[in-house]
């Protein structure tokens, strides 16, 4: 099927090599600032969907992908050309993630009867549960710590390396967290199992 | 760790052929071996699968323009002229409309005009009472009063709810359910105030009398337009405060765990003026829910008349009881809508907020009727009070008083309040969370998730049971416990600091 390869290539990850988005950079410091938009335009989907996906809200992507590009437009002067820009970028997009978690979190604790109704999607959409929503659904159950790695390697097409230089920890770590995401994941999704083959 | 946990990870890396060459050809000669193994890398593959399965989010295509525009609005203001070059052909045209505009100023308001009253005449055909298209009940009625929600039609999937935002400037929501909307609050209102069935039978026809008078109130038609009168607010408020004068008559000892002080003199003077008023004014203003706009416009609706026609349909009710049957409001927002800024005023008069099953319009102080009702305001704490404690006692809803120094939350239980009270000076969640960026607070989402109305909430609050399932192991959990109670300690520790005291206290209400 010609469509569906054609799709299959868009989603593929877009191989960069390190000179690419290193020589941006440089321009970018020598003053082009026109060179930004370029890395933007570059990595926004990548940055834009992995928000997506670690916190299950549509509404909060792009205020979320716009305050890490903003720190990066802030901070890209001060790159030290030591690792790739991408594991930089990620490690930003990933931080910002979780400090909206947590924040959001903390605050439904402190206001359970103030919002009437849930802040993520399923609550407001009267749109059929499909696999992609169910899955999505699950993976938001993970803790912080297994979520993380499981959507960067099997969403994001990350290698453990990648991944550990990305959230800072240890390759040993990230194939047991990857591993343990994963069975938790089917534990959460084994009562949907009908759903899911239908 | 143990051996079989250990294989297991292993697969999980081999799948992402993330081993090395050693560890891969081991991986695979165990594979050969074990049927076990094979169904476990088969198991860790559809998970795999599943995950890959999930859609990206649509391109952003405005998304570099918005987040330039939002780091040049951050810097200074320099160079701010030079944007204004392209934009200079546009000028010109538009200074030439401003000149003819100025030669004949009423153009566009003519134009405005005419296009306004053929569109209002056409959404206003054959409009009817919700009451009657809707075929409401009593019970519907003191779910209005009480909830501030009416079913929109038959299949009771589509509801109005009129409510107040901070400043107490009026609102209403259009929404759609995916299910009926069931409340039995009413039964539940007979059954908290102990009512003998002579009495409920009082209550039924005081709201009986309301209905006639609520008629005219909102009306609806086959076009999908929803039209609702200014007053409706009013309204909402003096039926709600006249069942209680009523049920106070009735049944003083129970009344008084909702309203302990009573309602005074001056407050039933109020209601019964409010009535009075409210029954013989006339008020033409409406506002008009369409499919393409919200307007508000004048609309006489002859009782009379309606009802001169209604009787001639009770004498054939049986050839058109099939046609009220099929009576459905069919409202569908447009949820692309919703990438509108919500703060800008999309018609210029009313904040409109639309979302795929919700639509929120706040109404302009200059679209409700000011009938100048003996201040009618004034019965509000009455209102409120009553509300929040027939939540409290029959729906057994927590309170949640918050100021600024502490939070109070209470519940009610076999006859017992269970009060629960955090105490702080000063507080501030933000730095909090920041002071302590390794903390994971996921632990805690599941002490929210609380619907009102629901009774197994309270349930909620409570320790989540499946906290443990989510740690791997054993030694995980008591690792992760380790962590919290440190990070306990700590937060206790800073707490002190901030004269934050939590106080826990259970009294027995006094049986009467």
């Given amino acids: ?198 | 760790m143990n051996k079989d946990l250990q294989t297991r990870e292993l697969l999980s890396a081999y799948l992402d052929d993330e081993l090395s060459q050693l560890e891969k050809s081991e991986v695979e000669k165990l594979l050969k071996t074990s049927l076990e193994l094979r169904k476990q890398l088969e198991d860790l593959k559809k998970i795999k699968q599943l995950t890959q399965q999930i859609r990206r989010m649509p391109e952003s295509p405005f998304f570099e323009t918005r987040l330039m525009a939002s780091i040049e609005g951050q810097k200074s203001e320099t160079r701010r002229i030079s944007r204004w070059l392209p934009v200079t052909a546009l000028a010109v045209v538009t200074i030439g409309l401003m000149i003819v505009l100025k030669l004949n100023p009423d153009l566009v308001n003519d134009l405005w005009d005419e296009q306004k009253e053929a569109i209002a005449g056409f959404y206003k055909e054959n409009l009817q009472p919700v009451l009657f298209a809707a075929n409401l009940t009593n019970e519907d009625i003191f779910n209005f009063a009480f909830n501030n929600e009416l079913p929109l039609d038959n299949t009771r999937k589509q509801y109005l709810l009129l409510g107040y935002d901070d400043s107490g400037k009026e609102f209403f929501e259009i929404r759609s359910a995916n299910e009926e909307l069931k409340r039995q609050s009413y039964n539940e209102y007979i059954s908290a105030m102990n009512l003998n069935d002579e009495q409920k039978k009082t209550v039924d026809s005081i709201i009986g009398s309301y209905s006639k008078a609520l008629e005219a109130q909102i009306l609806v038609n086959d076009k999908n337009t929803i039209a609702i009168n200014s007053n409706l607010w009013n309204y909402r408020k003096a039926i709600f405060a006249d069942l209680l004068v009523v049920s106070e008559k009735m049944n003083k000892t129970k009344f008084d765990r909702i309203v302990p002080a009573g309602i005074s003199n001056a407050e039933k003077m109020i209601v019964v003026n409010t009535i009075e008023k409210l029954k013989n004014s006339y008020n033409d203003q409406y506002i008009f829910v369409t499919p393409d706009s919200i307007f508000a416009d004048t609309y006489e609706f002859n009782t009379q008349l309606f009802e001169t026609q209604l009787k001639e349909l009770e004498k054939n009710i049986e050839a058109n009881e099939k046609k009220l049957k099929q009576y459905a409001l069919s409202i569908r927002f447009d949820s692309t809508l919703q990438t509108v800024d919500k703060s800008s005023n999309i018609n210029h008069s009313f904040r409109i907020a639309i979302d795929s099953n919700i639509c929120r319009v706040d109404i302009p102080e200059s679209h409700i009727t000011e009938i100048r009702i003996a201040d009618i305001n004034n019965i509000d704490p009455l209102i409120e009070q009553a509300t929040n404690n027939i939540h409290f006692y029959a729906y057994k809803v927590p309170k949640v008083e918050r100021t600024e120094s502490r939070i109070k939350i209470e519940y009610f239980d076999n006859d017992s309040i269970h009060s629960y009270e955090l105490q702080f000076d000063e507080y501030d969640i933000d730095s909090m969370i920041e002071s302590r960026p390794e903390f994971d607070f996921y632990s805690l989402d599941q002490l929210r998730q609380v619907k009102p109305f629901d009774d197994s909430m309270l349930a909620k609050y409570q320790f989540d049971k499946d906290y443990f399932d989510r740690y791997y192991s054993d030694e995980e959990f008591k690792e992760q416990m380790e962590e919290l109670q440190i990070e306990l300690e700590r937060l206790s520790e800073e707490m002190k600091n901030w004269k934050i005291k939590v106080r826990k206290e259970v009294t027995k209400t006094p049986r009467r």
Avoid at chain 1, 167 to 194: A, D, H, N, W, Y
Wanted: glycine share 2%.
């Fill in chain 1, 1 to 198: 099927m010609v469509s569906n390869d054609k799709e299959k290539d868009l989603q593929q990850p877009q191989i960069l090599s390190l000179d690419d988005d290193y020589a941006i950079i440089r321009q970018f410091i020598d003053g082009d600032k026109s060179a930004f938009q370029i890395l933007v335009k570059r990595h926004k989907e990548k940055v834009r969907n992995i928000v997506y996906i670690t916190m299950n809200n549509s509404s909060l992507v792009d205020d979320i992908a716009q305050e890490v590009f903003i720190t990066v437009y802030r901070n890209l002067k001060n790159f030290r050309f030591e690792s790739q820009f991408t594991t930089w970028l990620y490690r930003i997009t990933v931080n910002r993630c979780k400090d909206y978690l947590r924040k959001i979190n903390v605050r439904k604790i402190f206001s359970p009867l103030e919002d009437g109704y849930d802040v993520s999607d399923s609550s407001i959409s009267t749109e059929e549960n499909d696999v992609s929503k169910l899955v999505m659904d699950a993976i938001s159950k993970l803790p912080t710590k297994l979520r993380m790695p499981l959507i960067l390697k099997d969403i994001e097409g990350f290698s453990y390396q990648e991944i550990s230089e990305t959230l800072k920890c240890e390759m040993g770590t990230v194939k047991s967290r990857i591993f343990r995401g994963r069975e938790k994941l089917k534990e959460i999704l084994q009562p949907l199992e009908r759903e899911l083959m239908r």
